[in-house]
């Protein structure tokens, strides 16, 4: 069955430090991948889309890199702050039944630390 | 303000009561979808619809409906709630099917006893 791996424990770093962040999936293969951002009690918010045929999609301090050998994604934040601690999704999306499917991976918590 | 509304926010409420969560969105978007969250397992899509009286299923529909009479909103009705179906539940929207970015409401809460 279709699987995505993100690192379930929380991630804890210095501010100004960069924070990588680690996406596996299994079984499937997506033609786009997307990062959300979810703080506590609010909804996912999108961040960043990458396509197959691309290796790396920055804005402004996030980076992505997509590596459909390795069937991971990598999510940097350069120069990190404290507003930067949430929770980060993957989301693996490939066409299925007539529409953009995305399948949701259950985030790493980022804490970083003044 | 373009967004997503969901309404309750919170809601307890006990095993075989009918309930609706109501979600509207004000973008003129074709795609609405509806998600549950639970602890370690990630978002999971209940229902989705690509338009107006389209509703197809999800990955875990047991239990649900949806109807999608007008395209700003798609409630989500649980006929006989249960306790396996206390959880976080989020509607989305995008532009169309082929859109990419879905824009989240807040979330709602539930539980049942």
């Known amino acids: 069955s279709q699987k995505i791996e993100q690192n379930s424990e929380a991630l804890n770093i210095q501010e100004g430090k960069t924070a990588t962040l680690t996406c596996n999936y299994t079984?499937?293969?997506?033609?786009?991948l997307q990062w959300y951002r979810q703080d506590p009690g609010r909804g996912p918010v999108f961040l960043l889309l990458?396509?197959?045929?691309?290796k790396e999609k920055r804005k402004e301090r996030l980076k992505v890199t997509f590596d459909t050998t390795l069937k991971q994604s990598l999510f940097h934040i350069t120069a990190s702050q404290p507003a930067d601690s949430a929770t980060y999704l993957c989301?693996?999306?490939?066409?299925?039944?007539?529409?953009?499917?995305?399948?949701f991976g259950a985030g790493t918590r980022l804490a970083v630390h003044p | 303000e373009a967004q997503v509304t969901q309404n309750p926010r919170y809601l307890i409420t006990v095993t075989g009561k009918k309930l609706t969560v109501t979600c509207s969105q004000n973008?003129?978007?074709?795609?609405m979808s509806w998600y549950r969250q639970d602890p370690g397992l990630g978002l999971r899509q209940i229902y989705y619809?690509?338009?107006?009286?389209?509703?197809d299923k999800g990955d875990v529909p047991e239990g649900y409906k949806v109807s999608r009479k007008e395209k700003r909103n798609f409630p989500l009705i649980l006929e006989s709630p249960s306790p396996n179906q206390t959880s976080l539940y989020f509607c989305?929207?995008?532009?169309?099917?082929?859109?990419?970015?879905?824009?989240f409401g807040p979330g709602t809460r539930l539980t049942v006893t």
């Open positions: 973008m003129n978007h074709e795609y």
């Open positions: 989301a693996p999306t490939m066409f299925s039944g007539g529409y953009n499917k995305l399948i």
């Open positions: 989305a929207s995008s532009l169309g099917r082929l859109s990419h970015e879905q824009y």
């Open positions: 079984n499937y293969s997506p033609a786009y």
């Open positions: 990458i396509r197959e045929n691309e």
């Open positions: 619809s690509m338009n107006v009286e389209v509703t």
